[in-house]
């Protein structure tokens, strides 16, 4: 059954069928939800409100509220008012996928495409209600129907597909005329335009001889209106497409990391931490802010420090001066992170919403900027993690002179190796058609619509009931959690800003708000509190983050794509997660159980991984100048492309230009 060739990755993939599916057991086609988000099979459970169930998933009230309250946030943006009927993040159902159980906690979606094609004789065959349980409950695909033919059927992996609205139809399994059967003839295997439908009488149709072809926007995917206006015709055109690969439809996901506590922290120090990554996490700042405060008090650490000075220096009896000298070049959290006390000190004088004289308050979104703020500082602030800063060797085989060219050519500011990181990843909705739908010509606005409403108490296994329009019964989101280790990667912000100033100088006098600032005014820790606020912008937002987007992207493709070359992981092996407000990436292990291989990456082979090398492999592709001169980027598979389900981004925002141009990053 499907159970067998399903997997949580590919619930949540972008597009991508299943690496191979078992040819014995139906389903074989929509083992993923790319399509219409249906699947054979799919089984899950609802996480109760009462949370009886929640140590068996290993999660707690916090993940599950946070999780609830993130979605209800994104349906309330992503969807028109009418298509979700929710009042709170209460509405948000979570459902986990597990094994089948008799429980009414458990649904199963059904079989769609719901037409199979015989092997053999090409008969297009679409069974009944009952014929699909029959198919379900024999854990095996039919034999074909057609006498003297020994093939068997399979899901058909082709629909036909709007190109306004996205709304998408079965192929025809009857003949328009006689009612009779259809067969599918294929001129060429790959060419879709040379396919026609076969009557069992022997005449031949195009698919546009079909009713079913022709979209009027009946869907309401698209109100009836706006579909004749975008048209400038009744109807549109249904085009006969495969259900895999990149096209068809885009799941509506959302990832983020989860800690194991609510942060307890508040706004300011959220944002601070967020806004200073690169020198401290979490648990760090609390450390500074005990030694801070006893240091001004003139406590325990006086007697701490004298201690540990006499030890190191072997002098019997210290000056209160020479332990304040001392303590004063200490780094900050105790720790071997290039930051001083006095720094420190500095930094936490920076005022709120400000930037030298740029003042950012009440222009940008605070609450988005607040939980993009929490998930940045539950990367890098829990589980138990390893410290790289550049100018250390502690815990790689390199050399100081190795790290500090990464450091001065490719910019990056920090490496930071995670052991144990959580992250939950949730499947909410779909895109219809594409991300980027263009009509003759025109571009549209993508058609996005939530998961179908589903019973939580209906036995699936007997009968499937009706899905009643615009129900109360809540938003269900399919989730997984996991746990992974990664590596996340700050970048230096004051390199960004230069490269806004020298390309972008509309974009960068906007945001200068009068004044006359270069990016040689700011120092790292302005620039990347610059980057943060604007990124959150109200009217800037847009273009600041596909700047900063493309730039982190292009970088973080760039490292995956040598994976393979360093360490025994592929370059699908691992994931990634974007974070262009606080300028870094987290590139995490994508295996089901992790085995500690980046942790050997980090240690072993990091400046294998991570090479000025790159910028020589990027340079040039072996597509130019077709891929050099795209407008939408310089970026193709043979250069920085990733399989879709290792890039969050659909190999969007992606560029070779923005790094190694004329005036590029790692220029």
């Not at 082709?158 to 005329?177: A, F, M, T």
């Amino acid at each position: 059954m499907i159970k067998k060739t399903i997997s949580l990755s590919q619930i949540h993939t972008k597009a991508m069928p299943a690496p191979k599916y078992d040819e014995e057991k139906p389903g074989s086609i929509v083992e993923h939800l790319s399509t219409s988000m249906k699947t054979t099979l799919l089984k899950c459970w609802l996480l109760k409100e009462d949370n009886s169930n929640y140590d068996f998933f290993n999660v707690n009230r916090y993940i599950v509220n946070k999780a609830k309250q993130r979605f209800y946030y994104l349906s309330r943006r992503e969807f028109k008012n009418e298509d979700v009927k929710i009042s709170s993040h209460q509405d948000i159902k979570l459902l986990i996928p597990k094994s089948p159980s008799e429980s009414p906690n458990n649904i199963q979606l059904s079989i769609w495409p719901s037409v199979f094609l015989c092997d053999e004789c090409s008969h297009i065959y679409k069974p009944t209600s009952k014929e699909k349980r029959e198919i379900i409950e024999a854990e095996s695909f039919p034999q074909c129907k057609r006498m003297k033919c020994n093939g068997s059927y399979k899901q058909t992996p082709h629909i036909l597909q709007c190109r306004v609205c996205g709304s998408i139809r079965n192929i025809p399994s009857e003949c328009k005329d006689c009612g009779g059967d259809l067969f599918l003839r294929k001129g060429s295997e790959t060419d879709i335009e040379t396919w026609r439908l076969e009557c069992e009488n022997g005449d031949v149709h195009d698919f546009k001889d079909y009713d079913v072809y022709w979209c009027r926007g009946e869907d309401e995917l698209r109100s009836k209106k706006k579909h004749e206006e975008i048209t400038e015709e009744n109807p549109a055109t249904r085009a006969p497409k495969p259900t895999v690969g990149k096209g068809i439809s885009y799941p509506l996901t959302h990832q983020f990391c989860v800690g194991s506590e609510e942060p307890d922290l508040k706004d300011d120090e959220l944002l601070f931490i967020s806004s200073n990554s690169h020198l401290i996490n979490k648990r760090a700042y609390k450390n500074i802010e005990m030694a801070s405060q006893r240091f001004k008090e003139g406590g325990d650490i006086w007697k701490e420090e004298k201690d540990n000075f006499k030890f190191s220096k072997g002098i019997d009896d210290p000056s209160k001066e020479e332990i304040k000298k001392k303590v004063m070049k200490k780094p900050a959290d105790g720790y071997d992170a290039p930051l001083s006390r006095e720094k420190y000190e500095k930094m936490r004088n920076y005022k709120k919403y400000r930037v030298k004289d740029i003042n950012f308050k009440g222009k940008y979104d605070e609450q988005e900027l607040l939980r993009k703020s929490e998930d940045w500082l539950n990367i890098f602030s829990e589980g138990s993690d390893r410290n790289l800063n550049l100018d250390k060797t502690d815990y790689i085989s390199a050399s100081e002179k190795e790290i500090q060219k990464i450091e001065d050519e490719l910019n990056i500011n920090q490496a930071r190796y995670l052991e144990d990181i959580s992250l939950v990843t949730g499947t909410y909705g779909v895109i219809r058609g594409s991300l980027y739908p263009i009509y003759k010509g025109k571009k549209l606005d993508p058609v996005k619509i939530p998961l179908e409403r589903v019973h939580y108490d209906y036995d699936y296994t007997k009968e499937r009931p009706k899905i009643q329009k615009n129900d109360r019964r809540g938003l269900p989101v399919i989730v997984s959690k996991r746990q992974t280790e990664g590596i996340v990667f700050t970048v230096k912000s004051k390199d960004i800003l230069r490269f806004i100033e020298k390309e972008h100088t509309n974009l960068w006098t906007k945001i200068n708000d009068g004044n006359d600032y270069s990016f040689t005014d700011f120092t790292e820790e302005e620039a990347r509190n610059w980057i943060m606020y604007s990124s959150f912008h109200n009217e800037l937002a847009e273009e600041i983050n596909e700047i900063c987007k493309t730039i982190l992207h292009t970088i973080s493709h760039s490292i995956i794509r040598r994976f393979s070359r360093v360490s025994g992981l592929r370059g699908n092996d691992v994931g990634e997660m974007i974070f262009q407000e606080f300028s870094g990436f987290l590139i995490y292990n994508n295996l089901t159980n992790p085995l500690g291989m980046l942790r050997r990456v980090f240690k072993e082979s990091f400046t294998d991984l991570v090479n000025p090398d790159i910028i020589k492999e990027i340079e040039n592709c072996d597509m130019d100048p077709t891929c050099l001169n795209q407008e939408e980027g310089a970026a193709c598979h043979a250069c920085l492309h990733t399989p879709e389900h290792v890039c969050e981004n659909f190999n969007e925002n992606l560029d070779r230009r923005v790094l190694v141009g004329e005036n590029g990053y790692w220029r």
